[in-house]
């Protein structure tokens, strides 16, 4: 079972560039979320999805922007990237209902240079 | 503010016990998580304690007290593959997830 997959692996971005990151499910998840992680740091809510359709913003949400068509995709774009953007980013999806478990994708690791 | 605090990091010996803490200071309280993370890969849950007690689950157990504001997770029977980094959550009031920072163990022979 494929689970949550991400893409790409890893990049490298001139500032100023946009990119999409981009993330799929297969278990017909209800919820969606993108965090990112930084050393240091405690993963951070960028934005999330709590059904297709359905857009919120987390707690980092500046800079970045999401959409939900479907069920299975929820690409995350940078319109025009700044070095602080520099982060591994981790997709993750759930049933949706509260104390349910979020299962990650394996990351992106974006570099803004 | 909303604060989730753990150790930086810790050094266990293999076949040894380890106990990791987590205190927390949220918006409201709707479950605490526990995740493992190899370097370089994604967090793989662990546990969810939404009332006070123990859970036990094999080698890993995990505490909660929502009076103190206080989770821990034990570790038994340390192995090689135990090293990670272990990150506590809470599921706040609004339910979205309140990540710590993450302790990370290092198992020594």
């Known amino acids: 079972t494929a689970g949550i997959t991400q893409a790409p692996t890893s990049q490298i971005l001139a500032a100023g560039r946009s990119m999409t990151l981009r993330c799929t499910q297969d278990m017909r998840h209800n919820a969606m979320y993108w965090y990112r992680q930084d050393l240091g740091l405690g993963l951070r809510l960028i934005h999330y999805?709590?059904?297709?359709?359905?857009?919120g913003k987390g707690e980092v949400p500046d800079g970045y922007s999401v959409s939900r068509a479907n069920t299975d995709d929820f690409p995350l774009t940078l319109a025009s990237a700044v070095p602080s953007q520099t982060s591994v980013y981790f997709c993750?999806?759930?049933?949706?209902?509260?104390?349910?478990?979020?299962?990650f994708g394996p990351g992106t690791r974006l570099t803004v240079l | 503010g909303q604060n989730i605090d753990q150790p930086t990091e810790m050094t266990a010996t293999e076949g040894a016990i380890v106990q990791i803490n987590c205190t927390y200071q949220t918006s409201g309280f709707n479950g605490l998580f526990w995740y493992q993370q190899h370097a370089g890969e994604a967090p793989t849950f662990l546990s969810y304690?939404?009332l006070d007690g123990l859970e036990e689950k094999g080698r890993f157990s995990s505490f909660l007290s929502r009076s103190k504001g206080y989770s821990y997770l034990l570790l038994k029977e340390l192995q090689m593959k135990d090293s990670a980094s272990y990150l506590c959550?809470?599921?706040?009031?609004?339910?979205?997830?309140?990540w710590g920072a993450g302790t990370k163990l290092i198992i020594k022979p």
């Open positions: 999805s709590n059904t297709a359709g359905t857009t």
């Open positions: 993750a999806s759930s049933e949706g209902q509260p104390g349910d478990t979020q299962y």
């Open positions: 304690n939404v």
């Open positions: 959550a809470v599921l706040d009031s609004n339910y979205q997830l309140i």
